[in-house]
């Protein structure tokens, strides 16, 4: 995932195609990645709002980070807002989870199993095993896309797939 340091300045005068083509290289992750943060039902409400932040603040960038990092910090923190939000002031559960135990190994297929076990984990660890495991992002890009140092990284990794294993377990999943 790529856009030249040219297109980007394009994009911060204002112009329209190179915002465009910023939306559609990263739209896909960020996209992904704010649905294991919110869920399905808000995900693309709130990817639109987190690009609409990149494309606000892209005067912000100032080209000594690389560019992918800094959209998904952008991305994660508009994700966050809205879990915060949600969470004050609620109008329906987190998490609804009508499958249990054998019920949830027959009506749902692995994928499905795997993201009921991944909204059961906090947001925060949740996120760093979305960086990692499904993105493929490097430690030290998730460091800075999240603005933690990389050493706890590493730490929330094992911890989120403790977690996640054990949701996995108590949603039905035998190793």
């Known amino acids: 995932m790529f856009v030249s340091e040219a297109v980007i300045e394009r994009a911060i005068d204002g112009e329209s195609e190179a915002q465009r083509e910023i ?29 609409m932040q990149v494309l606000s603040k892209l005067d912000s960038y100032s080209g000594n980070a690389a ?6 910090r952008v991305a994660v923190n508009q994700a966050l807002q809205h ?5 004050r002031h609620p109008t329906e559960p987190f998490y609804e989870d009508s499958m249990t135990g054998k019920d949830t190994r027959r009506r749902a ?6 993201d009921a076990a991944l909204r059961r984990i906090d947001v925060e660890l949740r996120i760093i095993f979305q960086l990692k495991e499904i ?29 996640l294993q054990a949701q996995l377990i108590d949603l039905g999943w035998e190793p």
């Open 83 to 87: 879990v915060r939000s949600r969470n």
């Open 109 to 114: 297929g692995l994928s499905e199993l795997l």
């Open 135 to 163: 993105d493929g992002l490097a430690y030290a890009e998730i460091a800075q896309t999240v603005g933690i140092p990389e050493g706890t990284v590493g730490s929330r990794l094992n911890r989120a797939r403790r977690e």
């Open 67 to 72: 560019f992918a990092p800094w959209v998904h």
């Open 23 to 51: 939306y559609q290289v990263f739209y896909p992750r960020v996209y992904r990645m704010v649905r294991r943060i919110v869920g399905e039902t808000d995900a693309d409400d709130v990817s639109q709002d987190a690009f």
